[in-house]
């Protein structure tokens, strides 16, 4: 039976973020059994801890693009998959990672200097079984030609196809089963890249302001610049590192064999969250709440996934707006996240040339976050929330594909069948869209 691992003894890394250039300090400090992987950002006072899983995961967008993200609205760690990777693939379950920034350093671009210096913290076992989770049931994921596949089996195995419009990128393939040995021989030394001509674009949008040619591959028209390969197909194999980390943020090790076409953080994540709704259908209620119907034990929980809003709003796809709520305070106020694809409907005809989210849309949006605030309580469920007004709207940017919208919603006045709310809809920290709404909750037969 294999056992659950932390490290022995704290140690401590400096390092620049790939994307702010800033400098940060980390320090990774043993955790006891069944505590699980948790940052705490020493820079912000109180020092607040995320713990790295599921519910806090953001989805990658123009803010934090081609990288992981957990945290909240106000408290976040990005760039975290290489470490991430790095515990993967050593197998340690309990760690607390002390930070004093919002990005983990970058190093070389791969997991190898986070190996190292685990390996240099020893590694122990705790009198704890490890939580393996085996996937049940087929997972698929798909956006455009990307895909990502997770089947049963009784090993984590990963069969990736990186196949891009670049000689250097193009129908590379590589199958291997994930374990200690495998992944600090085959994986952990593959550094992240991107294309000389993506360069330019990025250092304008913000980001890579801590890339350099040490710590990132840049594919020329005649290949990598400026170094070498450590391995004849690297470019694949960071593909693979940066799925593995992204994977252990189900906060447990998987077992299933896991097949990806040209898949990203993007993709990684949506299947994470599917792998982590089906491992949540498994899990027997415990105590009290074992009592209790499913849809209360939704409304109680302050983060909510899609098929928790599901349960609460009347909507369905592909009007429903909102896809987790990540605060909650029921019939108070409420936070939630629209992340803006090119998939979405109403992109083939607003504008095709030009895609824009309806302003209409927007506010809908924040309506739907407002109705998960107030029908989640008691007494209005069952309930269907109607406009009655909406004033001083104001447009104040556009939203595109890849924004992540956050939709905040807080009660003005209730009443016991109607109310006022105020809203607002943020991208990247700036207000894009708000909004004052009326309504009147209403029986579905009236």
Do not use: W
């Not at 049931?137 to 990186?162: C, N, R």
């Not at 209620?285 to 009592?291: D, L, R, T």
Request: net charge neutral; hydrophobic share 40%; with cysteine.
């Amino acid at each position: 039976m294999d056992k659950q691992r932390t490290i022995e003894k704290p140690v401590t890394i400096k390092g620049v973020g790939l994307h702010t250039g800033s400098s940060v300090e980390v320090t990774f400090k043993p955790a006891e059994a069944d505590s699980g992987i948790v940052f705490v950002r020493t820079d912000i006072s109180g020092k607040p801890a995320i713990k790295a899983g599921v519910e806090q995961l953001r989805l990658p967008s123009s803010s934090s693009p081609r990288c992981s993200t957990i945290g909240n609205d106000t408290v976040q760690v990005q760039t975290i998959e290489h470490l991430m990777a790095g515990l993967a693939g050593l197998g340690i379950d309990n760690v607390i990672i002390e930070i004093n920034g919002v990005e983990a350093p970058g190093l070389d671009g791969s997991s190898e200097g986070f190996v190292s210096l685990f390996l240099e913290a020893g590694i122990k076992e705790q009198n704890r079984p490890r939580n393996y989770y085996s996937v049940k049931e087929p997972l698929y994921v798909q956006e455009g030609e990307s895909s990502v596949v997770i089947l049963p089996g009784d090993e984590f195995k990963i069969s990736y196809t990186l196949d891009y419009d670049n000689i250097f990128l193009e129908g590379k393939f590589l199958e291997l089963s994930v374990n200690e040995e495998t992944f600090k021989k085959e994986i952990s030394g593959a550094r992240t890249f991107c294309l000389e001509e993506e360069v330019v674009e990025l250092k304008k949008r913000g980001f890579g302001k801590g890339a350099t040619y040490d710590n990132t591959l840049v594919i020329g028209k005649k290949g990598v610049l400026n170094t070498k390969l450590r391995y004849e197909d690297e470019f694949v194999r960071h593909k693979v590192l940066d799925l593995i980390g992204d994977l252990y943020l189900l906060g447990a090790p998987i077992k299933g064999h896991v097949i990806a076409l040209k898949s990203g953080h993007y993709l990684n994540t949506k299947l994470l969250q599917k792998i982590a709704r089906q491992r949540q259908k498994e899990i027997p209620p415990k105590g009290p709440a074992a009592s209790l119907p499913v849809r209360e034990e939704a409304m109680d929980k302050k983060i909510l996934d899609i098929t928790a809003i599901k349960d609460i709003l009347p909507h369905r796809e592909p009007f429903l707006l909102v896809d987790r709520i990540i605060e909650l305070e029921r019939g108070k106020r409420v936070v939630g996240i629209k992340n803006v694809t090119i998939n979405d409907y109403f992109f083939k005809g607003h504008f095709p040339q030009r895609p824009v989210m309806p302003g209409v849309l927007i506010i809908e949006a924040m309506a739907q976050a407002g109705g998960v605030m107030m029908l989640s309580l008691p007494e209005n469920r069952g309930k269907i929330a109607f406009f009655m007004a909406i004033n001083n709207v104001k447009f104040r940017k556009t939203v595109v594909p890849g924004d992540q919208l956050v939709l905040r919603v807080e009660a003005v006045k209730i009443k016991s069948r109607t109310g006022q709310l105020r809203g607002e809809a943020l991208v990247d920290g700036k207000v894009v869209t708000e909004a004052d709404f009326m309504f009147v909750l209403a029986d579905e037969q009236e």
